[in-house]
């Protein structure tokens, strides 16, 4: 993948990589370093930045029925969620079967929210703790764990990020351990190539982008859906 990197954007990815290692970065320069980058150089630049080598050889094995292995999010769909979802520096963001921190990481980093990464494989658990140790984010925490039995942990989120974990059963349990936390105070649900089963408490948001589509949109961008919860919208006892 690095070798899809200009070498110009390599080097500008090695600066800010020490940059991040010594004294951190605020959100708003990692934007207008990343906003530099051509957009199909992106994916490669964050991973020469993160210093990301490939998938551990063991990925997937022994998972539970319904999980499926770890793969990357694309860096414009992570760009285009922060923007539906109103992500926010003051908000938690939980990436439910996180893999190797990449994108709940790189959440923060663009926007100074704390995150939170859920993931099964013990492997890549230490992978993403390692990657947080590498870059000096402080505010990063992996929980090792099946996401549709860990409710309690993920009670301080607000934005929940899907890229297709799981289906069925594990992510209607999922979902109905998010719906405590609804009620009290309101969360977006961001699922990208997940079909979301029914929930009345949650309504879609409309991107703005849909009200003029792009003449020809990019198929690697995935097919990203934003949620917000309703409860709090709702009058009490309803």
Request: charged content about 20%; glycine content about 8%.
């Amino acid at each position: 993948m690095l070798a899809l990197v200009e070498d110009a954007h390599r080097a500008s990815a090695e600066q800010i990589r020490a940059h991040l290692a010594s004294s951190g970065m605020a959100p708003a320069a990692f934007r207008a370093a990343l906003a530099g980058v051509p957009p199909a150089e992106r994916d490669a630049w964050i991973d020469h930045v993160f210093g990301l080598e490939a998938i551990a050889d063991d990925d997937g094995r022994g998972l539970p029925r319904g999980c499926v292995p770890y793969l990357p999010c694309a860096v414009d769909t992570i760009l285009r969620m922060i923007e539906h979802a109103e992500v926010r520096g003051s908000d938690v963001f939980v990436d439910i079967g996180s893999g190797m921190g990449r994108a709940a990481v790189l959440v923060h980093l663009l926007t100074g929210a704390s995150a939170i990464g859920v993931e099964i494989q013990p492997v890549l658990v230490a992978a993403s703790r390692e990657l947080a140790a590498r870059l000096g984010v402080s505010r990063f925490s992996a929980i090792e764990g099946d996401a549709a039995r860990l409710g309690g942990s993920l009670a301080s989120g607000s934005v929940f990020f899907l890229y297709c974990p799981f289906s069925g059963e594990r992510l209607e349990q999922v979902l109905d351990g998010l719906e405590p936390i609804a009620r009290e105070r309101q969360i977006r649900v961001c699922c990208v190539d997940l079909p979301l089963p029914d929930r009345p408490w949650l309504a879609p948001v409309t991107p703005p982008a849909a009200q003029s589509p792009p003449a020809a949109p990019d198929p690697l961008s995935g097919d990203l859906a934003v949620y917000r919860s309703t409860l709090r919208d709702r009058p009490t006892g309803t």
